[in-house]
C-alpha cells in the first residue's frame, strides 16, 4: 500500500486508539493538533467506548445488521467487533481509508467496506448493502453515524437523517455524536479542522434529529451516555445519543 502523504483524522484516531493501522505523517498531524489543544487520547477513547455501549444497546433490540458511515478504520473496538453476531457494511469517502480498511476485513465473511457518502445513500454499492446489511428498507438496521456532524451545515444533516430516517425500516437505531463548543476554547486546534467544521450548542442537537425519537437516556456527553462504572473526567467535546425510527 502506497504511503499516504496527507493525513486521515480515521487514521488520526486509529492512533490515539492505540491502534497500528496509521502512517507518519497521521502521527505527526496527532502531535501538531495535540501541542494546540492537549491530549487526545482519552477523549478518543471516551467516544469510542460509546460508540460500544450504543451498538451493544442496539443489537439488544434485536438488531444484528449494522451500515456506518464516516467509518474510518474498522478496528480497535469498532461495530463487527463489539456486535460479534452482527453483519456490518463499513463505509467512508476516503480511497486510502477504504482500501485500507478492505485489507484489515479481507478476511472476515461478516464485514465489508466500501465507499458511501452519508448525504447520498444512492451512492453505496447495492451488492454491498444487500449482502451485509440484508433487509435494509424492511427491517431494523444500525445506523451509526460518528464524526459526521460537524462537517455538515445545519440544513444538509437535517436532510441527510431524514433520509435515512425515511430508508430505514421502523424500529431501526441511529447512533449519533455531534461536537459542543468546547473546541472554541482552543482557537490554535479549531483552526486546524478547517472552515467547514461546526459546533454546536447541546441545546441545538435535539431538534437537529427530526423524527429520529433519541431514547430515554437523551442527548448527553457521551462518557455520560450509559455508563459503565463512573463517568470518565474528560472535556464534554462530544454528546452522543442513539435515536430509534418509530413506525410512521
Request: charged share 20%; proline share 8%; aromatic share 10%.
Amino acid at each position: 500500500m502506497v504511503e499516504p502523504d496527507q493525513p486521515s483524522t480515521g487514521r488520526m484516531i486509529d492512533f490515539w486508539l492505540g491502534g497500528d493501522h496509521h502512517f507518519p505523517v497521521d502521527v505527526a498531524a496527532a502531535g501538531a493538533f495535540e501541542q494546540a489543544y492537549g491530549p487526545c487520547a482519552p477523549i478518543f477513547r471516551e467516544l469510542r467506548a460509546f460508540l460500544g455501549r450504543a451498538v451493544r444497546a442496539i443489537a439488544a433490540r434485536g438488531v444484528d445488521g449494522f451500515l456506518v458511515f464516516g467509518a474510518g478504520v474498522p478496528t480497535m473496538g469498532n461495530v463487527h467487533e463489539v456486535a460479534a453476531e452482527a453483519t456490518v457494511l463499513y463505509t467512508d469517502v476516503d480511497p486510502v481509508t477504504i482500501r485500507l480498511g478492505q485489507r484489515i476485513l479481507a478476511g472476515s465473511d461478516r464485514a465489508g467496506y466500501g465507499y458511501g457518502d452519508a448525504t447520498d445513500i444512492g451512492t453505496i454499492d447495492p451488492a454491498q448493502l444487500h449482502r451485509f446489511v440484508p433487509g435494509w428498507g424492511k427491517r431494523p438496521v444500525g445506523v451509526v453515524f460518528l464524526g459526521l456532524a460537524a462537517f455538515l451545515d445545519d440544513e444538509t444533516l437535517a436532510r441527510t437523517l431524514d433520509e435515512l430516517y425515511a430508508a430505514a425500516a421502523p424500529g431501526s437505531c441511529l447512533a449519533v455524536d455531534f461536537d459542543s463548543e468546547e473546541l472554541a476554547g482552543h482557537p490554535e486546534a479549531l483552526a486546524m479542522m478547517g472552515p467547514a467544521f461546526r459546533m454546536r450548542s447541546p441545546a441545538d442537537f435535539p431538534a437537529l434529529l427530526g423524527r429520529w425519537t433519541p431514547t430515554e437516556d437523551g442527548v448527553v456527553a457521551v462518557s455520560d451516555w450509559r455508563p459503565e462504572g463512573t463517568p470518565a473526567s474528560v472535556p464534554d467535546a462530544f454528546y452522543g445519543a442513539v435515536a430509534v425510527r418509530g413506525d410512521h
